[in-house]
């Protein structure tokens, strides 16, 4: 390579990391910047607008209902996958393609399709069963269904399911035992993964709790906007921390097996590219 | 009893899996599309000619353009910045740290990332107060910001990101040798650019663009936060059909979008399936 077509190169590199950097940083710290605001112009920087979260009741409940959601659904989708998952690879093999395409399929169907579809059904459920918001746990179940699928897979693809779970049986292991004290233990990292994954898409969702009139974090932050907008960006600052937070722990957990880079890459990737559209 | 082997109960431990997914993903697909061709009379195709409503027909355009806008804008711009980061040494800290980021940013969509550029760019940030004393007000004509094009410029911001993850692998898969190879057959680098590299990419980047396309087309909860009023593209329509009135009394109209918007998205999602295998071709 020409040392004049490095230097252009270096310069174009800068450039463009300059511009798109300012164009992703900005609105992050715009929020911070807005969310410590004092009244009126020229005033210090407070945490007034923090501190008021407290404040708001329904804010409060709706922080409190997504919380509650996502550790429902990441712990209901694990007690329905693994169970199935692990059983589908040791006796069941000719359903393993089908149960697949089945988890992958939420992928393709956008959550405001899927909503038009729950609708009524929600309609029905408020009347006969419950109304309480915690039955969104049933909807975001299929949302996060894919993920913790591939995460999942990824964890029983490197472990010998089967030679395992014989070796437990013949030692006189029942399939409780087999499931909570061998596979388990094994995929652990992977269940920890789907989970996390389930979280983070639990906390980002709006579409669903809005359209089925469920007031959810998400659905409050809007809500509580129109009153004081200061409060809703501190919120929605403090769910985009901890989401980041559930991210870069993602990437930990998920670098520590491969432990190569190339491992991470591929699985931030992925996840990326699942997640897209699904909190949106 | 198949092939004459003894009757097996081993599906019984599936039955709690397909149950689930019976009930939450197989009924609400058969509810919108059996309701998108019945009404209270019996089967119908009026929902569907309920869709030729201007304000519809005019949802469904708006939605086509954005999602094309930003396809193209969110393709472009994330191109050049793949570039940027593959032109790097692929093992370092940077790269690391780029990818990350895009991976942390393709998801940071929704209600959030609207209050994000409200607070950035909105009527009352420090950035249009700035402007705006300079005479430099630009929103003069109107706060695009809660309008189409406010949509356009926020949805660039997961757009961007989205484009580097799928896109990357494929320009990694580019060799410094092939470039090489044109040099020493004396050819430049628009030669290079226009008979090899480019050649090369392009079904990836189409295919990319195509992802790009139907990620906006159904995105939803960014739109709902920004845009208070009216429904100017189909995911609003279609929310404001399943709550409002006319949902109560119309219920397979919001069904009919529905099985437009997924239409629509099926389409893209088989041509990118296309173009991917064709890049998987060359592509390792």
Redesign the interface.
Known sequence: MSRSRRAKLRAFRIVTLVLLGAFFLGPIWAMFEFSTRGVGENSPRTLDAWKAIATYPDLVAGIVASLELAVITSIGILVVLVPTMVWVRLRLPRLRRAIESISLLPLTIPAIVLVVGFSPMYQWMGINLSDNILTLSLAYAILVLPYAYRALDAGLAAIDVKTLSEAARSLGAGWFTVMWRVIVPNISSALLNAGLLSVALVLGEYTIANNLLYPNLQVEIVSVARTNAGVSIAVAVASLLFAFVLLVALSFVGGQRGGRQRTRERLVQTFARDFSGGTR | MMGGRRLSL??I??V??LG??AL??F??????VA?AFASEGGPTLVNFANLSRPYIVSAVINSVILSAVTAVGGAV?GA??TY?IA??NP?GTFR?M????????????????A???????GP????YVYFSQHHLDYYASGVWLYDLRGLELVY???Q???MV??F??AVDGIKPQWREATESLGGG?WTYWRYVAGPLLAPAFLGSTLLLFA?S??????A??LINQGGPIL?LQ??NA??SEV?LHE?GF??A??VV??VI??IV?VLYAVLQRRTARWLQ
Do not use: E, H, M
């Open positions: 081993d599906w431990g599936a709690p899996f689930y997914v939450f993903l009924l609400p697909t058969a509810i919108i309701g711009l050049i910045l940027a032109t790097g093992r690391r780029v990818t990350s980021a895009c991976g942390v940013l393709a998801q940071f969509g929704g209600v959030i990332l209050f994000a550029f409200i607070a950035a760019i009352a940030s420090a950035v660039l911001y997961f961007i990101p989205l993850l799928i990357l692998p680098t990620n087309l159904s995105a939803y909860a960014t709902a936060a995911p279609i929310s399943i709550t949902g219920p919001a069904k979008q529905a918007l997924i998205v099926a999602s």
